[in-house]
């Protein structure tokens, strides 16, 4: 009976030792309790048992929902993939295992998706224009649980706008969009336009919970305040260097076009430079200077003008004789003068001979009406101003016809035969005139015996008196002038005798009477003793 009694004893000790051996049945899940699973990944849920040969596994969610993943069942383990992660994995899973059939124990867990997956995308419609509206948009792709989301628009730290989600109910992610329109202005150019999306979901830890992106502004304005600077001025002197600069402000950088106003109609195209460049200025280089500012993404224009006047001694420009420099006398002449310069010069007109002005004070034309060869001759202008004087000159050049024609005889004294006579004829006119000499026959005819303006005639002889004519010409006309030539004759000696034999004769024929009256009264009278003239002539009769 003692053995039998050891032999129990020794069952038993076997069975407690086998029963101090053996685990308790238990289960975990693996995470355990929550888990936050961003949307898209892969998360595998585990079901673990231990102190149980032959667990049985299920898995089930708190509605029966779809389970949305893949069972996997093992001897001691289940798994239950979910591949990718998705909202409608949002639920409490419950993995239920039952051992040997008997015994029966259940676990959650809590499965929580989100959606934040990268950061804003910023867009900005249409280009950027400074004083024109603009829209900003903010794009967080793929958001879940978007009721989490808040969105901040920021210009540099200025918080632009604020929107949250908190009432949205969407069940699946979405891309949630902000917008926000705002006039930019110039001084936006570099700042940064932010948008900051913060996704807050309360008990739920997973990073990162703010996503941010940036663009910086770069606003098209312009042009405006646009400018133009001269150097060394408005006012440089005939010679200098000239620059002009256009200064603007603009964005994108503008066209810039460089004119100079002509007439009301007329403007001349000069460059296509922020700066226009004159090495030497000349007179005619002052004007209206217009500067053209062109914005091609604006579509704006802007302009600017300067006044540059050059300055200067006088630059004669102008000197001239109208119709000609050599005209016929009749005809109306001009003379002109022209002269630049600032400040505007004086004009002295004149003809050099006379040494005294011909016009009015600063006449730039003398009008000579008819002119005539006392008009010919050189004219002389003369232009100053405070900073210097210029001349020129110019000679006026009057054809006329054959004038004031001449004789001159030598000797002047009454001619005589066998002396030398020298007639010269003189005459004015331009060209000068050619002189011929003509001479009156006695039929009345006129021949030409010489072609000079001196005709010397040597040993005069009666048959050298006449009517001589002088005749002056040239293309312009022509004039003739006369002389005669008396002619005192010269005897032979034969001839001279006979005048002086008479006048001997007749003084003879008188004397000698008058000789013998005289001896006979003065015998008479020597008788007497005085003299009767009466009575000796009555005794004589």
Known sequence: MFKEMGRTSQALLVILCVLRTVKAFEMEIIP??????????????????????????????????????????????????????????SHAYLCTVICDEKEKKEKQVEVEPYSFPSDPIIEIRSSLVAGEPATVICQIPDVYPSSGLEVLLKKDECVLHENNFFEDSSTNTETKIVTYAFHPVAEDIGKEITCVARLTIPDMDFEPKERTSSQKLNANFGPQNTIITASPGNSPMEGDSLNLTCVTQSNPPPQIVWNKYLTEKSIQHLTNNNVLSIPHVHFNDSGLYICEVINLVTNKTEKATVDIIIQGAPVITKFSIEPSTTVQEGENVSIQCSAESSPPPKIILRRKSDSADMGPDNARSILLPSVTFQNGGDYECIAENKFGNSRSEITLNVKYGPKNTMITVIPTAALKEGETVTMKCTSSGNPAPVISWKKKKATGESEKIFRNATLTIQNLKSQDLGLYECEAYNPFGKEEKSVKLHVQARLEESDQMIPLIIAFSSVAAVAVPAVAILIYVSRQAKINGSYSLVKALRLKV
């Open 32 to 89: 355990a309790k929550r888990i936050v699973a961003q949307i898209g990944d892969t998360l595998i849920l585990t079901c673990n048992t231990t102190g149980c040969a032959s667990p049985s596994f299920s898995w089930r969610t708190h509605l029966d929902n779809p389970l949305g993943g893949k069972v996997s069942n093992h001897r001691t383990y289940s798994t239950l993939t979910m591949s990718p992660v998705s909202s409608v994995n």
